[in-house]
């Protein structure tokens, strides 16, 4: 985004339609380890709900990383 | 893991993790279908014979009296016998003495006070009764006996046996076969009569022939206290139960009767729950030489009503145990007494007097479990608290990991490393349940169906 006297340019970047599908991937992903971690909490199996809870954790956390990376634009050489 | 099966568990487990969230959507709408065919797990299939073989020219009619409960002095010899019954009195002792958690005088009330209303039945005896009880038969009132379809019938009872108490519910033709010869130092007989009777004097027990259906039931087991076993508190999830089937078959047995027709209900008496609930599709036989149920795994009480009333039978089912168990073996190798088999395939080969010939089975040393009940002091249901069969399902990775068991045997292995990975099965503190927040008598009456 560029500031051009007094408009606003956007750049709106098209996604890949795989990263849609990978970023719903990655939602039921998450959305299935936090059943698993409040479904443990609710039978008092204690590893599991801390297993799970770790997944949910990780994934959520890796996700976002990879998500911003993959965005960041790769930085060109100006020679 | 094998790298294989890996991506094979990858592959399957999003399309059935897909469909078992919609069946578990769907099992709401389903249960509202006036059949008296339940629904019950899509991945479970109905099967015309068991899959586990009887040999006609082998099986018969079983004495009660060679069952562990019946000979156990005989099969580990007199001696021994007393010196495990000192050694139970004082470990009780020291238990009590160091208020060992599971074993302290509370924990043991607990299992002791739950037998209550089982220790008033018996073959019939109280609630056991084979003949009414308290309500009056159509015939006394007047009116003419129930006379709906076969298939009504079978909806009628397996509603009622669920309102007192059932988890699930199957009917079948009754298999003699399945039916003790003996009982009590008395025949049990089928004659042409009305009603079934016991005759003191010619020692026998009678069955009308009339009597074809048996309709199994079983009960859930409260998994939080199974799961404290060996220890009093695992012990009262099995008493508990026990009282429970008490209450169900004779409630059962006396809708029955007003209904108009005969009802004989039982518990542990009269035959094998097991091989009646096998043939009715309650469930499968497992490597505990016990069933596991779809529903609710191994953690089962079982009981079944026999009658003359004519109801629509169901199948027996298939869902892969057979298959699972051949590669889990967990409950074989966490049993404290060793007592179960470690064979990779059933077979008609009995480990002793104890059992039955002529059907197929993971035979176990029935021996050795009864005598760790007298060394744990309080019974045991290790086998049954580490089958990764038996889970609360309260989260949707069960009902993926169920349905790619039954559908994928080859999973079986991975399943049940991840299962231990997890920590599934392992021994609960008892001291922590008596802080639990318990629903009614400990289980999800939520679940389960008529089977
Ligand atoms: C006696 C008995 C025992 C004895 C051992 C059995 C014996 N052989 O003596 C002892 C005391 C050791 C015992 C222990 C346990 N038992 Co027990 N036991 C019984 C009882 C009262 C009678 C069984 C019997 O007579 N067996 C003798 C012959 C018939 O045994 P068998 O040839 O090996 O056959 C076995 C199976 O193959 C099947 N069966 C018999 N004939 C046929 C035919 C066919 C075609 C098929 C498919 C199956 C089948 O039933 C038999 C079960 O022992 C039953 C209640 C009942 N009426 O069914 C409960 C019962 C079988 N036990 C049960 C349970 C849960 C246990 C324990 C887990 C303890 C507990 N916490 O309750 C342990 C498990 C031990 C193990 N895995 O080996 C449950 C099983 C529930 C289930 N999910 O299937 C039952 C049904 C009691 C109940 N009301 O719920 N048990």
Redesign the interface.
Known sequence: MKKNNSYLNIKIRKRAWYIWFLWFIWIIWIV?WI??T???L???????FM??LAITIISIIFGIILWHLGYKKPKKSNH | MKRRDFFLSTLTTGGI?ATSGFYACNQHLNKKNASSQFSRPWWVKRINKPLLKIDDTLYKRFDSKANVFGSFIKYIGRENFLKLRQKSRNKTEKFFKEKKPGFRIEDRALAEAAWVLSRTGGLDRGMRSWNRQFVRTPQEKGIKRYSGSPERAALLVKQAARYYGAATVGITQLDRRHINARERGMDIIFEKVNEPYQDEKEKKLVIPDKCKYAIALSLQMSL?NIQCSPSGIGSAGSSLGYSRAEYLVGALAEFIRALGYTAIPSVNDLGSSVAIAVDAGLGELSRTNRLITPEFGPNVRLAKVLTDLPLKTDKPIRFGILEFCKVCKRCAEQCPAKALSFKDEPDFEVRGLWNNPGHQAWFEESPRCLSYWQESTSGCSRCIAVCPWA??D?????EIVKASSAKIPLLGGFFTTMDE????G?Q?DPE?WWH?NLPEYGIDTTSGGKG
């Open positions: 299935f059943d698993v409040l479904g443990s609710k039978e008092f199996e204690n590893r599991a297993i799970s | 993790a939080d889970k609360k309260k989260t949707i990775i069960h990975t997890f920590g599934y392992e609960k922590k639990m």
